[in-house]
């Protein structure tokens, strides 16, 4: 699973996990104790998050890798989008970059290394930017909101526009694009649309590998 903060990465992977009977593994927000920080102060604390997230991450897929049947809420792929962005916003020194960068690359060839190095499928999970917002906003974490903070509104713009090329570029694994805007996954007849477009692909996956 891939895609914006705030666009339903979770529930997706908590319906899919159900749907095709797969062990869910979601990414460590609740219990970070970087993450607030960072949103008061992110020159500070902008570093020490993409290690902390990266650590998290290669976990994770350890973890998924040792069973074949599996689906993760965010992939290990998309997070030197923040990390970029941290650093060209001046969130981190070129240093703090490059050992991110030194760091990512071992872990990857570690990932490659396995048996199996790259996702089935990529889901990306898209929307309008407003709906973005929109969620963020009903999510209702205090440090997210963009309430007299328009820093951090543009924030989450520049990382929504990133998205949309990562996706574009993306060639690790087949992948497939859902828009969330447009179908609302809490509605029965929306869910088994996406459902369905994604167990196409998976099909379509199956008849190309074989």
Do not use: C
């Not at 997210?144 to 949309?164: A, S």
């Amino acid at each position: 699973m891939a895609g914006m903060i705030s666009v339903g990465k979770s529930t997706m992977t908590e319906i899919l996990a159900k749907e095709l009977n797969t062990t869910p593994f979601y990414e460590p927000v609740n219990d970070n104790p970087i993450l607030s920080e960072y949103y008061k102060d992110p020159k500070r604390y902008g570093f020490d998050l993409q290690i902390y997230f990266l650590n998290k991450r290669f976990r994770m897929i350890k973890e998924a890798l040792a069973d074949n049947n599996n689906i993760l809420d965010r992939s290990i792929f998309e997070d030197y989008l923040f990390t970029e962005e941290n650093y060209e916003s001046g969130n981190m020194i070129k240093a703090e970059f490059d050992i991110y960068k030194d760091l990512l690359d071992n872990m990857m060839s570690e990932i490659n290394s396995k048996a199996k190095s790259r996702p089935d499928l990529l889901v990306f999970l898209d929307a309008d930017f407003e709906t973005i917002l929109y969620r963020i906003k009903k999510r209702g974490r205090s440090f997210e909101q963009v309430d007299n903070n328009p820093e951090l509104e543009k924030y989450y713009y520049r990382i929504w526009l990133k998205y949309r090329k990562w996706y574009d570029e993306y060639n690790i694994s087949p992948k497939i694009k859902i828009d969330l805007g447009k179908h609302d996954v809490s509605e029965p007849e929306q869910k088994e649309y996406v459902i369905r477009q994604i167990k196409n692909k998976l099909k379509e996956i199956d008849i190309e590998d074989n």
